[in-house]
């Protein structure tokens, strides 16, 4: 008889992995300092929707996050990249 471990990704509850936290923590912090101790309230609102659209969950292969596929985006396309041609 085997145990089996469905997911080995430290959680706290269903949804909400450890990464989750140490990303937005400190995007919450950015926010609640921009929005108290400046006067850029309005980039501070814009800055909270964009963190949230970045924490919205998707299902797109196994990362289940909007900033780890935004991740995957941009370094697709900041790599370097080689072009062959034969002729």
Same mark, same amino acid.
């Given at each position: 008889?085997?145990?089996?471990?469905?997911?080995?990704?430290?959680?706290?509850?269903?949804? #909400?992995?450890?990464?989750?936290?140490?990303?937005?923590?400190?995007?919450?912090?950015?926010?609640?300092?921009?929005?108290?101790?400046?006067?850029?309230?309005?980039?501070?609102?814009?800055?909270?929707? #964009?963190? #949230?659209?970045?924490?919205?969950?998707?299902?797109?292969?196994?990362?289940?996050?909007?900033?780890? #596929?935004?991740?995957?985006?941009?370094?697709?396309?900041?790599?370097?990249?080689?072009?062959?041609?034969?002729?």
């Amino acid at each position: 008889m085997y145990i089996t471990i469905n997911s080995i990704k430290k959680t706290l509850g269903k949804y #909400v992995e450890m990464t989750d936290l140490y990303i937005g923590i400190p995007m919450a912090m950015a926010f609640l300092m921009l929005f108290a101790f400046s006067t850029h309230k309005l980039f501070s609102i814009i800055f909270l929707t #964009v963190c #949230v659209f970045l924490m919205i969950p998707i299902n797109l292969s196994k990362k289940n996050r909007m900033y780890k #596929v935004m991740g995957l985006f941009f370094k697709f396309i900041f790599k370097n990249k080689q072009y062959l041609y034969f002729r």
